[in-house]
Antibody, heavy 121, light 110 residues
């Protein structure tokens, strides 16, 4: 079965850092672009970042540019999101999502169950 | 980048059809045929229902269909069933390596 499993969420103070991970199973990880999408409590979906299948190209929403870094280790079938200078409005469930074949930001066909990040003092 | 505009709620009776709209601009929905729709049940991850305006992934019932006219995309759910009650989100590629989502529509099956 194709699956994504996020980890690394938790409670962090404003200005702090956190690293999220997303491990895949059931598909050839290195063949797909990957993304992070977040959802604040009771709110809608918000695209955060994307990375190409080989990791050579990365893209960010303006709201996280310069603070978040997306990366991947294809030898470990794992996607990462390093989050620095966290703000209260970064509080959200963070989902990793697989991009469909043929386009990095066209659609996301497999989603993880999410990991919660809470930024509060 | 501004979010796409969706009605906050929609409803329909079992067996009937309902259409949810998603309005963007000539820079996103109106320009690119990369509109997607996602279904999200409470406490669950989103599920891809439609991609590239009108294509259905394997396993999605053909009761779900998508279309686009100008800057507005639409998701139609025909033959409404109780399990269709969920939040629905549209998204569109917006150029310059950016993607935008709609604010979401809560679909209620009466």
């Amino acid at each position: 079965e194709v699956q994504l499993l996020e980890s690394g969420g938790g409670l962090v103070q404003p200005g702090g850092s956190l690293r999220l991970s997303c491990a895949d199973s059931g598909f050839t990880f290195s063949n797909y672009a990957m993304n992070w999408v977040r959802q604040a409590p009771g709110k809608g979906l918000d695209w955060v970042s994307a990375i190409s299948d080989g990791g050579g190209s990365t893209y960010y929403a303006d709201s996280v540019k310069g603070r978040f870094t997306i990366s991947r280790d294809n030898s470990k079938n794992t996607l990462y999101l390093q989050m620095n200078s966290l703000r209260v409005d970064d509080t959200a469930e963070y989902f990793c999502a697989r991009g469909i074949v043929g386009g990095i930001l066209h659609a996301f066909d497999i989603w993880g169950q999410g990991t919660m990040v809470t930024v509060a003092s | 980048q501004s979010a796409l505009t969706q009605p906050p709620s929609a409803s329909g009776s079992p067996g009937r059809s309902v259409t949810i709209s998603c309005t963007g601009t000539s820079s996103d929905v109106g320009y690119y045929n990369y509109v997607s729709w996602y279904q999200q049940h409470p406490g669950k991850a989103p599920k891809l229902m439609i991609y590239e305006v009108s294509k259905r992934p394997s396993g999605v019932p053909d009761r779900f269909s998508g279309s686009k006219s100008g800057n507005t995309a639409s998701l139609t759910v025909s033959g409404l069933q109780a399990e269709d009650e969920a939040d629905y989100y549209c998204s569109s590629y917006a150029g310059s390596n950016n993607l935008v989502f709609g604010g979401g529509t809560k679909l209620t099956v009466l």
